[in-house]
C-alpha cells in the first residue's frame, strides 16, 4: 500500500487515530497483515504501531547488529509491554567457520538422527 505524500513528521502519522482505524478496517479483512516499520532506536514508529498490532517480529542483521542494540530493543518492547513473537536474522553468512556444523548438531538433536 503506497503511503502518498511525504509527511514532515512520520511517528506522529503512525500514532494517529486515522492509522488506527485504517489497522482496525484491514484486520477485519485480512488474515495477516504485515507493517514494515525503520529501525526501533533510530525512529520511534514501530514502538507506536506496535500496540495495534498483534506481536513484532525483530529482524537483526548478522554480523553487523551489536547485543546491546537488540538488548535495548528487547527491553524498550518489555518495558511497553508489547509483545515479541520472534526474531529473523537476515544477512547470514552460511560459508562462515563453525556455523552450519554448530546448527547441523543443534538441529540433529532436535529432529533425531
Given at each position: 500500500?503506497?503511503?502518498?505524500?511525504?509527511?514532515?513528521?512520520?511517528?506522529?502519522?503512525?500514532?494517529?487515530?486515522?492509522?488506527?482505524?485504517?489497522?482496525?478496517?484491514?484486520?477485519?479483512?485480512?488474515?495477516?497483515?504485515?507493517?514494515?516499520?525503520?529501525?526501533?532506536?533510530?525512529?520511534?514508529?514501530?514502538?507506536?504501531?506496535?500496540p495495534?498490532?498483534?506481536?513484532?517480529?525483530?529482524?537483526?542483521?548478522?554480523?553487523?547488529?551489536?547485543?546491546?542494540?537488540?538488548?535495548?530493543?528487547?527491553?524498550q518492547?518489555?518495558?511497553?509491554?508489547?509483545?515479541?513473537?520472534?526474531?529473523?536474522?537476515?544477512?547470514?553468512?552460511?560459508?562462515?567457520?563453525?556455523?552450519?556444523?554448530?546448527?547441523?548438531?543443534?538441529?540433529?538433536?532436535?529432529y533425531?538422527?
Open positions: 500500500m503506497p503511503s502518498g505524500t511525504k509527511h514532515a513528521n512520520p511517528s506522529e502519522l503512525a500514532g494517529s487515530e486515522r492509522t488506527g482505524y485504517l489497522i482496525g478496517c484491514l484486520k477485519q479483512k485480512f488474515d495477516f497483515i504485515i507493517v514494515d516499520t525503520p529501525p526501533v532506536l533510530p525512529a520511534t514508529d514501530a514502538l507506536q504501531l506496535a495495534r498490532t498483534d506481536g513484532t517480529i525483530l529482524v537483526i542483521k548478522s554480523g553487523t547488529t551489536h547485543r546491546r542494540v537488540i538488548r535495548n530493543t528487547v527491553d518492547f518489555t518495558t511497553a509491554r508489547l509483545p515479541i513473537i520472534g526474531f529473523v536474522i537476515n544477512h547470514v553468512d552460511m560459508k562462515h567457520q563453525g556455523y552450519y556444523r554448530y546448527y547441523r548438531k543443534y538441529y540433529a538433536s532436535y533425531g538422527k
